[in-house]
């Protein structure tokens, strides 16, 4: 876990946040102290395949034969979804689209999600109703497009990215709509390989914490 600066994305922070309150809540629980590596954000699971760390936090599974470490049960799941401003008529998804004249945004370094965009609107039957996919270049404009500018209807993104975003709607109203598109993709701690008493004391702690709300605190406090 790495702190974030001002200028990281909203989803960066808010996750290093919820990852570092996770890993401490553990520590407290199993009584050890914590050594945070810096600046190990970007290949933490590696540290722990290569023993120069016990324990990696905000790791997407990759099932790659030559990362060798032990994945415990996913504690987030998340996929793409469409954020809109509240009330809407956008109930659900692309399915209610009808008419013609829709404008769906994307975040810009997410090249991919326009043909995503694109995809899910055939899929759904509204392809003609949608304009060309808007690129939202900043992140720290997605809100303000929505709301203010009012130049998109809805935006698209991962669902934890735009989780991350919301609190800078202020009073302005916005949410995030229940349809999910694609596969979910799980959030997870990484062990290490071939440690399954390590993987279970991780397991069941989580468990644990879900059982008696503490996850749902920590949850609502970051998110």
Same mark, same amino acid.
């Given at each position: 876990?790495?702190?974030?600066?001002?200028?990281?994305?909203? #989803?960066?922070?808010?996750?290093?946040?919820?990852?570092?309150? *996770?890993?401490?809540? +553990?520590?407290?629980? @199993?009584?050890? $102290?914590?050594?945070?590596?810096?600046?190990? /954000?970007?290949?933490?699971?590696?540290?722990?395949?290569?023993?120069? /760390?016990?324990?990696?936090?905000?790791?997407?599974?990759? @099932?790659? %034969?030559?990362?060798?470490?032990?994945?415990? *049960?996913?504690?987030?799941?998340?996929? =793409?979804?469409? +954020?809109?401003?509240?009330?809407? $008529?956008?109930?659900?998804?692309? /399915? =209610?689209? *009808?008419?013609?004249? @829709?404008?769906?945004?994307?975040?810009?370094?997410?090249?991919?999600? %326009?043909?995503?965009?694109? &995809?899910?609107?055939? /899929?759904?039957?509204?392809?003609?109703?949608?304009?060309?996919?808007?690129?939202? $270049?900043?992140?720290?404009?997605?809100?303000?497009?929505?709301?203010?500018?009012?130049?998109?209807?809805?935006?698209?993104?991962?669902?934890?990215?735009? #989780?991350?975003?919301?609190?800078?709607?202020?009073? !302005?109203?916005? &949410?995030?709509?229940?349809?999910?598109?694609?596969?979910?993709?799980?959030?997870?701690?990484?062990?290490?390989?071939?440690?399954? =008493?390590?993987? %279970? #004391?991780? =397991?069941?702690?989580? $468990?644990? +914490?879900? *059982?008696?709300? !503490?996850?749902?605190?920590? @949850?609502?406090?970051?998110?």
């Amino acid at each position: 876990v790495v702190p974030a600066g001002q200028d990281a994305p909203a #989803l960066i922070a808010t996750m290093n946040d919820l990852n570092r309150a *996770l890993v401490e809540e +553990m520590a407290r629980r @199993w009584n050890v $102290q914590i050594d945070y590596l810096p600046g190990s /954000a970007q290949n933490a699971a590696a540290l722990v395949a290569g023993g120069q /760390a016990d324990l990696a936090v905000g790791v997407s599974p990759v @099932w790659d %034969a030559t990362l060798r470490v032990e994945y415990s *049960l996913p504690y987030l799941m998340h996929g =793409d979804r469409l +954020m809109v401003t509240e009330p809407s $008529q956008i109930a659900s998804g692309f /399915a =209610d689209m *009808l008419g013609t004249g @829709w404008w769906i945004g994307y975040f810009a370094d997410e090249p991919g999600d %326009a043909d995503l965009i694109r &995809k899910y609107a055939e /899929a759904f039957g509204v392809s003609a109703n949608i304009n060309e996919p808007f690129a939202i $270049q900043r992140e720290d404009d997605a809100i303000s497009t929505l709301t203010v500018g009012r130049n998109v209807d809805a935006v698209f993104g991962d669902s934890l990215r735009l #989780l991350g975003l919301m609190p800078e709607s202020g009073e !302005t109203g916005v &949410k995030i709509l229940p349809t999910e598109y694609g596969d979910d993709r799980p959030i997870t701690f990484a062990g290490p390989h071939a440690d399954a =008493d390590f993987r %279970a #004391l991780v =397991d069941a702690t989580l $468990q644990d +914490m879900a *059982l008696d709300g !503490t996850f749902e605190t920590l @949850w609502t406090t970051y998110f």
